[in-house]
């Protein structure tokens, strides 16, 4: 496992649960990011928080740092480094992390000290089992061990800003508003600060309250209030008492006369526990962190007014307004109700998090490979996704740093994501219902922007090809997946309605080639017959005719294999060109952004898709191999120095990446279409599953190994693959990777899983997850050719399935 230092200043390891907002760790493991109020804020940290370590020998020697490693450079603030975070206390010298997604582990050294020390952090995350993946929660765990040969007295003190009342995302002077107050708590099962807002109702759509616990016992003290008298006061109170006896001191009264010229305006509090530790010893110091913003806007628009009207109507006093809607996550109740489910069942949730984490990582499969895998289920859990109170989920394509991009489950995007379909796929059900029921027309005209359940006012745009085609797919994946006939049956009319409309809007001549207007995720229109649209298009008439004849309409499916047919033997003739598929186009320049005789790596999209559902060869297969080839051959840099690009930049240097387009034979576009020159990775996870799907699996984790040493902590965020946004949405197609690798494929409707290993076959082991169960498939094959395999089932209940190799 790949191990971080704290000169990788890219890193930041996000903590918080599905549709809750997120707190990260960077590489120092220090808390910042605090995303915690409807929407991104990158860079913001919560002012006086930190977490400190004192030491006290038996001959009164006192040491005390910050839990964190030194801080680096730049250190050139206009002011100096900021006081508010604490940069001027020591720091230990050398820090490592070892990320295994959702368990970060620090390791803390400093020859000063006699301890070392390490931080395990995590939220909960299981597959399949949503709300327990859903907790507005942190578990900090510190690890402290006596390296000295006498007794040491430690202890850990954590403390945190109030920021209840935190109004604007401004990054170097965030603003605050309103009174707050900060109560200590005694419970049974914990104890520690419970911070909230003092003229603000439950009900007010920024409604925000925190607690920062501890799970110990004994040896526990706390400071409920800060001192903020003037200047940095309330810090240097704090460390003065911290340091002096390792306990902290309630209702402290500061000496001294003096001017309140400089003061806060928040209030800060600390929680220390304290331990005795012998020489070679080693203890445990346990934190939690929750939070409680039980409310949101009713709009993607987070920035507007809330209504003030008692109705909720969404009324203003002179203009429209949202009203508001609760988080799903407040069902759990406040910080201290989600605290204390947390640590009712925190064995059973850390057990069942840690079994997930260990059999992918144990799976026999390259670790980079299983990085793109596992950095990537972040997405679902930061700020560009969110579920509201009746269970319904949404998400942005990402976010920006202070603001989420491109709203309303845009389907062309999450066309590539593959991640949430098997881990939890409740949510991607969840978002075939909103795409049918409330985006498509009764003509079958699909919205490619959710925006009538938040917002109530559709998306006035033309539909988007990739993105309507690509959800019928998505569709027999999810009925296929989880095997739920009433689920089929419910969406099936309107996704029926969908496919049939492609047929006669975009296919002008009912030949079975799309040759219309087609916008698609490339935010622009494709002119003529594209091989990219058209797959898409034969993978969902391949898709409706299954649903057809399972569902006992067989005149339906005979015409949907038809036209499939008919155009799939037209786009070999009319595109192929002897190696990979070109768009036919009379004049590529007539219209702005096409790419004519460019290898597009999106060619054959909806072939990688069919793959993924198990719906076999759309065309001819020796194209299609040739083709997916092609664009390792053609599309793969291995050194971008020399790389000219004039659009958005993701790949530079030296890095290695897959091209969107190139133009082999010289036949570029005056002005081709937008994003040719860029590297994104969701489109480098879908070509490299499906050069793996047709045997090339060197050449596909050639492309998965260069994308994420792009994400190496320094350089990049090996847990924020961004595009349009951090956390974008498309690199959720990074889990067909694995689905490519294991040969996995679940027939939920006969209770059938398969598997066909493309690499290391003789030893096999690899995770898995069905919509009953996860666990792993182990298989041997002898020097006979005899193979053994069995699977482990570590999650739910697999007893009523078959296995098929």
């Not at 331990?275 to 409310?295: C, M, R, T």
Request: charged fraction near 25%; charge should be negative.
């Amino acid at each position: 496992m790949k191990k971080f230092t704290r000169t990788d200043s890219a890193v930041r390891f996000l903590l918080g649960g599905i549709g809750t907002g997120n707190i990260a760790l960077n590489q120092n493991g220090r808390l910042c990011d605090f995303e915690l109020f409807n929407r991104a804020n990158k860079g913001y940290r919560l002012p006086n928080t930190f977490f400190s370590v004192r030491t006290e020998s038996p001959d009164g020697t006192v040491l005390a740092k910050v839990l964190e490693s030194q801080l680096t450079p730049p250190f050139d603030d206009s002011h100096g480094y900021a006081v508010s975070e604490a940069k001027g206390i020591p720091r230990f010298a050398e820090s490592e992390l070892e990320g295994n997604y959702p368990f970060a582990n620090f390791t803390f050294k400093d020859t000063h000290m006699p301890i070392e020390a390490g931080l395990e952090a995590f939220t909960p995350l299981i597959p399949l089992n949503t709300d327990d993946s859903s907790l507005p929660v942190a578990v900090l765990r510190y690890r402290v061990k006596n390296i000295s040969n006498e007794p040491q007295k430690i202890s850990v003190a954590g403390s945190m800003g109030n920021v209840c009342n935190y109004v604007k995302a401004e990054r170097h002077a965030p603003s605050y508003e309103g009174e707050m107050r900060n109560d200590f708590v005694d419970r049974d099962d914990f104890k520690g600060i419970h911070f909230k807002p003092v003229d603000k109702k439950e009900t007010d759509a920024k409604y925000f309250e925190m607690a920062l616990l501890t799970t110990e016992k004994v040896g526990i003290s706390y400071l409920d209030y800060w001192h903020e008298g003037a200047w940095w006061d309330g810090l240097q109170d704090f460390w003065n008492d911290f340091t002096s006896d390792g306990e902290l001191t309630s209702g402290r009264k500061l000496r001294g006369k003096g001017n309140r010229f400089h003061h806060s305006n928040i209030s800060s509090a600390s929680l220390c526990v304290k331990k005795d530790l012998q020489p070679g010893e080693e203890a445990s110091f346990e934190f939690i962190v929750s939070w409680y913003h039980p409310n949101r806007l009713k709009t993607w628009d987070q920035g507007k007014t809330p209504c003030i009207c008692d109705s909720g109507c969404g009324c203003g006093p002179t203009t429209k307004t949202a009203p508001t809607i609760r988080n799903y996550y407040a069902k759990f109740g406040s910080p201290l109700e989600s605290a204390g489910y947390l640590v009712k069942n925190l064995s059973r949730l850390e057990s069942d998090s840690r079994k997930f984490a260990n059999a992918l990582y144990s799976s026999t499969l390259p670790e980079y490979a299983l990085d793109a895998v596992s950095a990537n289920i972040t997405v679902i859990r930061s700020t560009t996704c969110f579920r509201v109170e009746d269970g319904m989920f949404f998400g942005w394509e990402g976010c920006g740093d202070t603001w989420c991009c491109c709203d309303g489950n845009c389907s062309h995007v999450w066309n590539y994501a593959q991640t949430m379909a098997f881990l939890f796929p409740e949510l991607e059900r969840n978002m075939r219902r909103t795409e049918f029921l409330y985006e498509t027309s009764d003509e079958g005209s699909m919205r490619f922007r959710a925006r009538t359940y938040l917002d109530n006012t559709p998306f006035d745009f033309p539909p988007a090809t990739d993105g309507q085609l690509g959800t019928i797919i998505r569709l027999f994946r999810e009925w296929k997946y989880c095997g739920d006939d009433t689920f089929l049956k419910e969406l099936w009319p309107k996704a029926k309605a969908a496919l049939e409309y492609a047929s006669t809007f975009w296919d002008t001549d009912g030949d079975g080639l799309l040759d219309g207007e087609q916008h698609n995720t490339y935010d622009i229109e494709f002119f003529g017959v594209s091989s990219m649209l058209n797959t898409i298009f034969y993978a969902a008439l391949r898709a409706g005719e299954e649903i057809s004849r399972y569902l006992g309409d067989e005149d339906s499916a005979l015409r949907y294999a038809a036209l499939r047919e008919k155009g799939a033997e037209k786009l070999d003739k009319l595109t192929f060109n002897g190696e990979y598929y070109e768009q036919n186009i009379e004049d590529v320049n007539e219209y702005k952004y096409q790419y004519g005789k460019g290898c597009l790596a999106d060619q054959l999209f909806g072939q990688q898709l069919a793959h993924v559902c198990g719906l076999g060869h759309l065309m001819n297969p020796d194209n299609v191999k040739s083709a997916v080839y092609s664009i390792y051959k053609y599309n793969f840099m291995e050194d971008f120095s020399r790389h000219v690009n004039l659009q958005r930049v993701y790949a530079l240097n030296q890095n290695g990446g897959l091209l969107l387009c190139s133009w082999p034979k010289d036949e570029r576009p005056e002005i081709p279409f937008v994003y040719s020159d860029e590297v994104w990775t969701g489109i480098e996870y879908q070509v490299a599953t499906h050069l793996i799907y047709e045997g090339f699996v060197d050449e596909g984790l050639k492309i998965v190994k260069a994308c994420r040493d792009r994400h190496d902590g320094v350089e990049r965020n090996p847990w924020n693959e961004f595009e349009c946004g951090h956390h974008y949405a498309r690199s959720l197609a990074s889990y067909g990777i694995l689905l490519a690798l294991t040969g996995f494929n679940c027939d939920g409707v006969t209770k059938t899983l398969s598997f066909n290993p493309a690499i290391n076959k003789e030893s096999f082991s690899g995770f898995f997850c069905c919509a009953d169960g996860w666990g792993m498939y182990h298989q041997k094959i002898d020097a006979s050719g005899k193979i053994e395999s069995h699977i482990d089932t570590l999650f739910g209940d697999l007893s009523g399935y078959s296995v098929k190799i």
